[in-house]
């Protein structure tokens, strides 16, 4: 009979898995303590799934033992009727283990997807309730993985436990003390074998696993370059380098095909061991136990309990290769398991207040001697001692070179990261005494790194405003100067984005996200350079338009053209986090050098030339 | 997002799999073959010489006569032996050599999927998501795979042992046969029941899974998005549905994947009885055995039958746990071959681009590396002429849509003569990148023509056209590796030294040096590490390193800051100087200094001219560098 080889690779590949390394983790006791917590509701598949695969492997091994007296009855010339008594009892049983095996498979298909259901949402949620710092503190491909590959990982090996890990060693523990009520000594056979069997595959799987864990890597690494290239293939296709990335691409893929084999060949031992273990057995079954048979007059051995005997070696052997498969399954699923720990045992490193503030006065923001730090290990803070009183309803503008810190600056006000030292007030109030979503509701951030959902512009829409009416979404469009290009998608308002806004325009993302902001109708509006895809003649015009439509509402925008911030109230200059001066278009001109210098460099020539 | 569909043509796709296999193993793949049957088939064996050695312990068990019967169990057993060798050696090689034919024939069909994507247009990638080509070179090889490794090895092992079992069962007693298959039927249709449940829903659990995986990339990727707009509530409850589609339909699937092998099992324990009951009342009425030996039923028939009864019941068991492998693995190879089979780039060119030297006012080829370039055509008539690259770039008349259906581009004239800058300026969507797109064959055009040095681009062989274009991309791509190797890929045999100039010439030295490794710095994943405007001084120093006679950058200033921008200007300068440039910003500083400027709008030049003559006309040129100031 063929069995299933226990090679970790095929095992992991046949249940969708991936090999993964970490290097860092939670030690084993406290995953295991996290992961727990999600178990919940299905506790109680997860307790019934061993009890009726217990069940079941009785009854499997009990089944051989009838049919052994099955066999010995009809060998005897019994009548029928005894034949018929035990072939009765034998159906019962059958039938009686068809009920464990079904609920057994029930119940742990149950348990293990509801433990991955609540794990997906356990690390889901606990997203949703991260800061910013924590956001950072994840790649989000990282995140995706963990909740998609990792989760699946966890929910095989889940399966595998509650099913096999408790199979196997019952199995393998009745398997023997049947073989040795039936067999008496013939059974010592197993005891000799099955260490061997035992021992063979540790030292495989000993062997095998890191190797495959190497080659997993360079099989991630061999897929994340087509990825690049895919990615990349505007630029492969204008540098003509299509050959030289076939040539490096067939290097690899011949390198890594190379360490499969290597690695597959080491694991394609296990078929055959496990078939010369069975061979071993049944030989000796043979000549042994016939030996037995005729010596002792069927006394001590008949032929009933002989291949019952088979059936019970078979029986050892594979559970002892269920075993190890089961062994590699948690291996491997260790590591995914403490991916998933990191993430639900991540604190949210904002603290609400106990007794929040539930109004906001007006739109007045204030720093007060403030320094930032993304990481307290940071050696430079990334903004250090500002000073800024800004009134409510000014329209502020904030410039400064690449690394100035301008965005961090406006991330501060409504609370995306807290102050390292000193206090941001809002309205007069300091922002941590405010309930975050109140604070959040009324300081609007358009983010720099402008982001879209799928879904209708409508639905987007609402984000902003989840009770916004037509009218309302149509003034913030017009506002935006997103209404005209709107108007011209056939389906307008309902036309749908796809995932990222790639269906719209850099320029028509950006209105679209000042819109949805709008909608908020803030007192604190904050646009991070979000008008940089969008021509200077709309730029102006959205800016004239919350001029007019929003005069209380604070405007900061941080931009890079100077044209963009030109008209503002004051505009702050950032220089290497700290204000290098705050002043009108004209104060600046005249004081500062770096605004001189960028706003010549933007407008040298028009100058001349107007003049 | 339908990923996850089965196969359209089952059958045609199992064949050309199979048939690359044999083209790909002409020799490996039959021995393999072979040893696989000799494994099955003498797996399959054992019970006819257990029947001989019970029916020998039958007869003579009840003398205790051991020493009579022993020369002849012994011969059963060495026989038995000399079987399990064969058939272990058998295994041991077909294993041995089925990891050299899965990887190997993996890696060829990566191969091929890979070096047949790098010649397809750039039309595909832009209507195929990245996700799921990506998901051929994954999930897809990966079902492959299963498919090669386990479900082949394993369909013909289940072939052979049913086959086997079926023969020496009917050699036996036609009756006992008859019983064994009719379970078999009542099996295969469970199976065909239950199995079919179970693939379906694990064809449905993969697209939830996508599903879910798609969304929580989207939420992930804009998790600071939901955070600004207090959205974390409604993104919740967004998530449980979909979760909990994944949890239904995944746990259905799981559901029938485990209970098909105790059903499974359970059926071969009643057929179990059923084989020893109707044994039994055979036996008891002795009714007249049918068979192929001729041999009379008897006890030593009926136990071995038992235990065949088990094997076969065995094998069917394990088929039906390979059906959703060989659907889902079909189903993956018909989409390795959707991209294997697309169409590569149409290229007609004959003309092609040579490095040459100037003898006597003649052109001449030179295989020594000069500065010189020159295009080479030969005629039918056997006669080669050769023409001085010179970069002068025309466009004629010509339409452009990219779905044959919107006009995209229409009417399109340009004259670029070398040595000159030509800036292209509009909103967003007025079809400026195009414009660009057409030049370098990545589009090809409905109407008109572009006439570069006198030929038509489609005369020129596509990659020495490509070659004699530098471009400078809005979105900068850089690849994994060193920042010296990402400068050298715009010529693979630079030095460090004209790397370094380059990287100089573009401004970028100085921030590169300023890096904790230098030249020798890693990027990672797109210059993540890098600010944005970084990685446009890099992609411009790996242009300026292949020195193209002809350069387009396409925004590729538009994250340098204009302080940086009025820095590093004088190296573009250099850069540019002695090229044809096309040049596309948004930032009006950037194309002031070009020698024309065109107006785009809604896919049509509406102005055109230099700077100071825009200027003049007091036209759209003119509203957009002055609007900021002049909305009324």
Known sequence: MLIRPADPFTAAEAFGMELYCTEEGENSVNVIRILKQSIREYKRASVLAPVMVTGEVILECIIPFVTARLINEIKAGSGLQTILIFGFFLIVMAMLSLFFG??????????????????????????????????????????????????????????????????????????????????????????????????????????????????????DALNDSVQENIGGMRVVKSFTREDYEKEKFNARAEDLARDFVYA?????????????????????????????????????????????????????????????????????????????????????SMKESAHPVRTIRDGSVDFDHVSFKYSPLAERPVLSDIELHIRSGEMIGILGGTGSSKSSLTQLISRLYDVTEGSVRVGGVDVRNYDLKLLRDQVAVVLQKNILFSGSIKENLRWGNPNATEEEMKKACELAQASEFIELFPDRYDTHIEQGGSNVSGGQKQRLCIARALLKKPKVLILDDSTSAVDTRTDALIRKGMQEYIPDTTKIIIAQRVSSVQEADRIVILDKGRIAAVGTHEELLEKSPIYREVYESQNRKGEEEDG | MDKKRGAKHFLPTLKRVLSFLFSFYPVLLPVTIFCILLNAAVSAIPSVFQQKILSLIEKSWREGNWEGVAPEILRWVLILGILYLISLAAGFIYNFLMATITQGSLKKFRERMFNGMQDLPIRYFDTHSHGDIM??????????????????????????????????????????????????????????????????????????????????????????????????????????????????????????????????????????????????????????????????????????????????????????????????????????????????????????????????????????????????????????????????????????????????????????????????????????????????????????????DGFSIYDIRLKDLRRSLGIILQDTVLFTGTVMENIRYGKLDATDEECIAAARLAGADDFITRLPKGYETEIHGNGGNLSQGQRQLLSIARAAVADPPVMIMDEATSSIDTRTEAIVQKGMDALMAGRTVFVIAHRLSTVRNSDVIMVMDHGKIIERGSHEELIRARGNYYQLYTGAFELE
């Open chain 1, 264 to 348: 597959e060949k080491l694991v394609s031992v296990t078929n055959p061991l496990m078939q010369f273990c069975l061979y071993v057995v049944v030989l000796f079954v043979m000549s042994f136990g016939s030996w037995l048979v005729i010596t002792s007059r069927g006394s001590r051995l008949d032929v009933g309990q002989l291949s019952a005997l088979l059936t019970y070696s078979f029986q050892i052997l594979s559970s002892l290769m269920m075993l190890s498969m089961v062994f590699v399954m948690v291996t491997i699923s260790v590591e995914s398991a403490k991916r998933i720990a990191e993430v639900l045992s991540e604190e949210s």
């Open chain 2, 135 to 452: 998901s051929s070179y994954t999930n897809d090889i990966d079902t492959l795979r299963q498919l090669i490794s386990i479900c082949i090895p394993q369909a013909l092992v289940s072939f052979v042992t049913v086959a086997t079992i079926i023969f020496i069962m009917l050699y036996y007693s036609l009756w006992m046969s008859a019983i064994v298959l009719i379970g078999s039927v009542v099996m295969t249709r469970v199976v065909k029941k239950v199995g079919g449940g179970s693939s379906h829903y694990f064809i449905r659990q993969q697209q939830e899974l996508a599903r879910t995986e798609g969304y929580v990339q989207e939420m992930m990727n804009g998790q600071k998005v939901v955070k600004v707009f207090n959205h974390e509530e409604a993104a919740k409850r967004d998530f449980d549905r979909i979760n909990e589609e994944l949890f239904r339909v995944s746990e259905k699937a799981n559901r029938y994947a485990n209970i098909l092998m105790p059903i499974l099992a359970n059926i071969g324990n009643i057929l179990y009885v059923f084989v020893a009951v109707f044994g039994g009342l055979l036996l008891a009425l002795k009714v007249p055995n049918l068979s192929l030996s001729g041999m009379a039923l008897q006890i030593s028939i009926v136990v071995p039958f038992l235990n065949m009864t088990k094997q076969f019941a065995g094998q069917v068991g394990q088929i039906s746990t390979e059906i959703t492998s060989v659907v889902m693995g079909v189903a993956g190879a018909e989409r390795i071959f959707a991209l294997m089979d697309e169409k590569p780039e149409s290229d007609k060119g004959r003309i092609s681009l040579v490095r040459c030297e100037e003898k006597d006012g003649r052109i001449e080829e030179t295989g020594s590396r000069t500065e010189m370039w020159a295009w080479k055509k030969e005629e039918p008539d056997g006669k080669t002429e050769y023409r001085r690259l010179r970069g002068d770039v025309e466009l004629h008349g010509v339409d452009f849509s990219y779905d044959g259906r919107k006009t995209v581009l229409s009417e399109i004239n340009v004259y670029a003569r070398p040595g000159q800058k030509v800036a292209f300026v509009g909103a967003t969507g007025a079809g400026k990148t195009t414009i660009t797109n057409l030049i370098n064959r990545f589009y090809d055009i409905q109407k008109g023509e572009i006439i570069y």
């Open chain 1, 102 to 219: 079904v609920q057994a498979g029930n119940y742990s298909a149950s348990a293990s997807t509801g433990f991955a259901k609540n794990l997906r949402k356990d690390m889901y949620y606990r997203v949703q309730d991260f800061s910013f710092e924590n956001i950072d503190h994840f790649e989000t491909s990282s995140l995706v993985t963990r909740m998609t590959t990792d989760v699946t990982n966890v929910q095989m090996a889940y399966m595998m436990l509650v099913r096999l890990a408790f199979r196997s060693p019952i199995m393998l523990v009745f398997s023997f003390i049947m073989a040795f009520i039936m067999g008496g000594q013939v059974a010592w056979i197993f005891v000799l074998v099955a260490p061997i069997l035992g021992i063979g595959l540790s030292l495989l799987i000993w062997k095998a696993l890191p190797i495959f864990n190497a080659v997993f890597k360079k099989y």
